[in-house]
């Protein structure tokens, strides 16, 4: 039976469809529907390939393996597997280049899927693309139309059998901008209800991103921790109040209070000294 698998690198998918759609390549802008993404390469695969889809593949990063709620929401997507690499502190993806060419080496080894479909523009694939070629898979390198110029390395474009462009069109209703509120500016006063909500997305965030770090620490990791209770070391505290960023599209950069309630919930899910 013929069928595929879609691979899509989301670093990807976010700077130039976000270039494209919201004038930016800022991912913390950026709002993006990936399962209404996931559905229109897989509907286009479809009509275009005739082939079924085995699954979509879903590269991303993440800080200590802690997914994002963005990135939680696309794990209980239906047939869509996610995969993260690593997220370091400059906010760089790192490994992700790796999982794709694992899993497209894997797929053609064992005959399970005669096509691969990749979103993605990144050199470092052209040889996982000629690998799996040798094993008979077809190869349909997707981009997204650029702005300017090209988004997507020529070689692994003539290295591809096939080529196809997801345009403006296409991806605009899939792609917003990010409303970021603007909290206790001078001179502008808010509803306390629209205060209170930004305060409890911003606690979620915090206990979600403390509960999945407590899962994945070591009983010594947390004995060491709440020894410094309530000081949270600089790298952990970093990485606390950029993750509740990311998930929440809010800046806690000047927000004193707010940092005061992330860290506050951080202690709660850790537990105090003992």
């Not at 109040?241 to 309630?261: F, H, N, P, Y």
Request: proline fraction near 3%.
């Amino acid at each position: 039976m013929d069928r595929a698998a879609i691979m899509i690198d989301a670093g990807y998918v976010y700077a130039a469809g976000g270039h494209l759609c919201c004038g930016t390549r800022s991912r913390s802008d950026i709002v993006v529907d990936a399962s209404a993404v996931v559905g229109s390469v897989s509907n286009r695969v479809r009509s275009a390939l005739g082939v079924s889809v085995l699954r979509t593949y879903w590269y991303d990063a993440a800080r200590d393996g802690i997914r994002t709620e963005e990135q939680q929401v696309i794990a209980g997507l239906y047939d869509v597997k996610l995969r993260l690499g690593r997220l370091n502190a400059q906010n760089q993806q790192k490994g992700v280049d790796a999982l794709i060419y694992r899993d497209m080496i894997t797929l053609a080894q064992r005959r399970a899927v005669t096509d691969i479909v990749l979103v993605s523009g990144d050199e470092d694939l052209r040889e996982g693309v000629r690998t799996v070629q040798d094993y008979g898979v077809r190869v349909v390198l997707v981009g997204i139309e650029a702005v300017r110029g090209f988004n997507q390395s020529r070689e692994l474009t003539y290295e591809a059998d096939r080529v196809w462009t997801l345009t403006k069109s296409d991806l605009e209703p899939l792609f917003s901008r990010r409303v970021r509120p603007v909290i206790e500016t001078p001179g502008l006063p808010f509803e306390a209800a629209e205060l209170e909500a930004v305060d409890d997305r911003v606690v979620r965030a915090a206990v979600d991103f403390a509960t999945q770090w407590r899962e994945k620490a070591q009983e010594n990791e947390l004995l060491e921790l709440r020894d410094e209770c309530p000081r949270i070391p600089r790298p952990l505290d970093v990485e606390l109040l950029s993750a509740v960023e990311t998930a929440t599209g809010i800046s806690l950069r000047t927000q004193d209070a707010l940092k005061r309630k992330v860290r506050a919930s951080w202690w709660g899910v850790i537990g105090p000294r003992r």
